[in-house]
């Protein structure tokens, strides 16, 4: 069950950086200096409930902007006739974000408090542009969801949440924002932690943090505010400093995810003959010595040697970049998969997955497409739709199409066996996006799998008071 927050708890507990996460690299120290945390979130939630403001508005009040980026915030914040500075504008980087209040594209910044580093991820709140939410939320430990206090979850809202949920997101910090505009009444607040603890349950969210804020004033933002007396959990950012960090890579371990995959991205010819196999490590480390199995062929061999352009290494971490020489002359090409022979992945040329449709085309059986899998592309056909999720009641739902921005479950067919592991055991192997061969566009981003959904235990009518 879902530990929710609502104020009188505290956040949990941190957790270090995992020993097999690719974060180690990212936020390196110079030599003599302690290595930080680094936090990757993702701002969610419904188009014009405040994530960009509140972004701003942390950035802004930890000392993460430069003069000319605060002069060119208050320059754009004249051209709308704003007083002062809007600071919807500092992660606003496009010119048609700023002529129409919106985000459209995911904008990425990058943060550090003498706790934590952080990488955040401000994604696009409006329906057309759900896809790029998706993408924000891929490789996040954590989501952070706005939500207009006074207005509670809507639709857009639930959406958001289902969609990390789904990416493999387990915790959340919620901002009810907005709380100036009904002078913190403290049950727009309760209603909004109400929502969000059975949202949460249904997801199988780990922990949800719910804090009172006003993005627009800086409360409870950075700083603590007296306007709500009867609150005394944590602010925004002690929040997110004290958030559980790397579960990106946590899920990769070897004792909580797959064994090692390399999926081949580049056969590399070396000096006097002999090829190495480049790639990224994801699942679990790699060593010399380790045995790894070439798929789909089935062809085995022995790691010799695991090079990145620092020299040799003794182990590859997940998240690693690296080349590998094998002891036996197979044949390996770009898309194939080393994986490790003790843990392998299922080769499928069918497979049962959850989808988030994209096009404004409705996803059919027998309709083609192209699937693109770790590194390798393939023809795809839809055998069927199975069912829609319901993001109001989060139920799955017998269904034959799937509408634009529908989350649901299908059955696919391909053309080239693929090796694949379940989302929640990789979320490398377990995931892909469909391609429309006619424009190249991505349509769908999809998790192998169906997703886990708790059982309802409750009367389905009473669900109504929650949509």
């Not at 927050?5 to 990212?26: L, P």
């Not at 800086?218 to 960090?245: C, H, K, M, S």
């Not at 971490?317 to 299922?346: F, N």
Request: aromatic content about 4%; some cysteine.
């Amino acid at each position: 069950m879902a530990a929710i927050a609502d104020g009188t708890d505290a956040v949990a507990e941190a957790g270090g950086v995992s020993e097999y996460g690719s974060d180690a690299d990212v936020s390196r120290e110079p030599a003599g200096q302690p290595v930080m945390d680094l936090l990757r979130f993702a701002a969610v939630g419904s188009v014009d409930d405040g994530k960009s403001t509140l972004i701003g508005r942390l950035l802004h009040d930890t000392k993460q902007l430069f003069d000319d980026q605060i002069e060119a915030v208050e320059l754009a914040s004249r051209g709308r006739g704003i007083d002062g500075m809007d600071l919807s504008f500092v992660t606003d980087g496009l010119r048609a974000e700023r002529e129409q209040g919106i985000t459209i594209d995911v904008a990425y910044r990058y943060a550090a408090t003498p706790a934590r580093k952080f990488v955040i991820a401000d994604c696009p709140g409006h329906v057309q542009y759900t896809r790029n939410m998706a993408t924000g939320a891929s490789t996040a430990d954590l989501a952070l969801v706005v939500v207009d206090a006074p207005k509670g979850l809507r639709e857009q809202t639930r959406r958001h949440v289902c969609i990390a949920a789904l990416l493999g997101v387990r915790h959340l910090i919620v901002a009810a924002n907005k709380m100036d505009q009904i002078d913190w009444d403290q049950s727009a607040y309760d209603r909004v932690v109400s929502e969000m603890a059975h949202l949460s349950e249904r997801l199988g969210v780990v922990s949800c943090t719910v804090i009172p804020v006003s993005a627009l004033h800086g409360d409870n933002v950075a700083d603590r505010t007296d306007a709500a007396p009867w609150y005394d959990g944590p602010t925004i950012l002690e929040a997110l400093e004290q958030a559980p960090v790397g579960e990106w890579a946590g899920v990769q371990g070897t004792h909580q995810g797959s064994g090692a995959r390399l999926p081949v991205q580049w056969v590399l010819r070396q000096p006097g003959g002999g090829r190495t196999y480049a790639g990224m490590i994801n699942g679990g480390p790699l060593r010399a010595g380790d045995e790894v199995v070439v798929l789909p062929s089935g062809q085995r061999s022995r790691v010799t040697a695991v090079e990145t352009l620092d020299g040799p290494l003794r182990e590859a971490a997940v998240g690693l970049s690296v080349s590998v020489q094998l002891a036996d002359d197979v044949d390996v090409s770009r898309g194939d998969l080393l994986a490790a022979a003790g843990d392998l992945p299922d080769l499928v040329t069918q497979l049962v997955a959850t989808v988030c449709w994209f096009d404004g085309k409705p996803l059919i059986a027998g309709a083609q497409y192209r699937i693109k899998h770790t590194t390798r592309v393939t023809p795809a056909r839809i055998v069927s739709v199975d069912a829609r999720l319901d993001v109001n009641r989060l139920e799955l739902l017998p269904a034959d199409s799937l509408e634009e921005n529908d989350i649901g479950t299908v059955t696919i067919s391909v053309a080239t066996p693929l090796a694949t592991d379940p989302y929640h055991r990789n979320r490398i192997t377990g995931s892909f996006v469909l391609i429309d061969p006619n424009t190249n566009g991505t349509v769908a981003a999809g998790m192998v799998g169906l997703p886990d959904l708790t059982p309802l235990d409750e009367d389905p009518a009473s669900l109504d008071d929650h949509a």
